[in-house]
């Protein structure tokens, strides 16, 4: 019985070349298991482009745990360019997701796993997504994800004797905070980025992030009918 969580992502190319990663997450709290002794670029200095709402303090954390994090994904695709075709499979403890398409949005999925596990004080408001990780979730998967995570938090917080709300005032908050984050740390990419993958694939997950309050309620009106059953 291993006390971690692993989550593997391996993109395959037409030349038969192979870049996989193991994520490694402790079972108990889905933070992320740094490698040990890395040598770390300076862009990933928590005061290089660091996040206007950033609470992080360097004398106690020298790096950004993102970019950290994610230093060692910016070098391995460094050749490539944003729309180059991989094939990628994304293996959990469940199962094995699989999809052919682009290098950016193959690694949207990889760096959201990154951004929220990594111990950015704002970005693990969204941690608890991880441990049921959809790679390749379009926005109707997203939103709806989003929204259970956050009433089964609301119900915790009810659970523990703390206040709750019934409605997405707080999830809008979150994403707003959420955005403010990808917009600052893209800022941090273009100085770090080779090429445009890792830049665009921020693009892509931030592109999600505002998309997600504002087609919450049109979608949730949408699939109304579908809890009939439990409506009445």
């Not at 009810?158 to 955005?179: D, R, T």
């Not at 990808?182 to 592109?207: I, S």
Request: aromatic share 10%.
């Amino acid at each position: 019985m291993t006390d971690y969580l692993k989550i593997v992502y391996a993109y395959r190319f037409d030349n038969s070349d192979t870049i996989k990663f193991d994520v490694l997450l402790d079972s108990d709290t889905l933070d992320i298991l740094p490698e040990k002794n890395r040598d770390l670029p300076e862009w990933t200095l928590l005061g290089y482009c660091q996040c206007a709402i950033c609470p992080l303090d360097a004398r106690t954390h020298p790096h950004c745990p993102i970019a950290a994090n994610f230093s060692g994904i910016v070098e391995k695709f460094k050749n490539f360019t944003s729309h180059d075709q991989v094939s990628v499979a994304c293996v959990v403890e469940e199962r094995t997701y699989s999809k052919k398409t682009t290098v950016q949005m193959g690694v949207s999925s990889l760096l959201g796993i990154i951004m929220t596990t990594s111990g950015c004080p704002i970005m693990a408001q969204l941690k608890p997504m991880v441990r049921f990780h959809l790679p390749f979730a379009s926005l109707e998967e997203t939103i709806f994800r989003m929204v259970s995570m956050h009433l089964v938090a609301q119900y915790l917080r009810h659970q523990a004797g703390k206040s709750s709300e019934w409605n997405l005032n707080g999830l809008i908050k979150i994403y707003g905070q959420v955005g403010e984050v990808n917009r600052d740390f893209a800022d941090r990419m273009v100085g770090a980025a080779k090429n445009d993958v890792n830049v665009n694939a921020l693009v892509n997950l931030d592109a999600f992030a505002k998309m997600v309050p504002l087609a919450a309620d049109k979608m949730l009106k949408k699939i109304t009918p579908y809890f009939s059953a439990l409506m009445k």
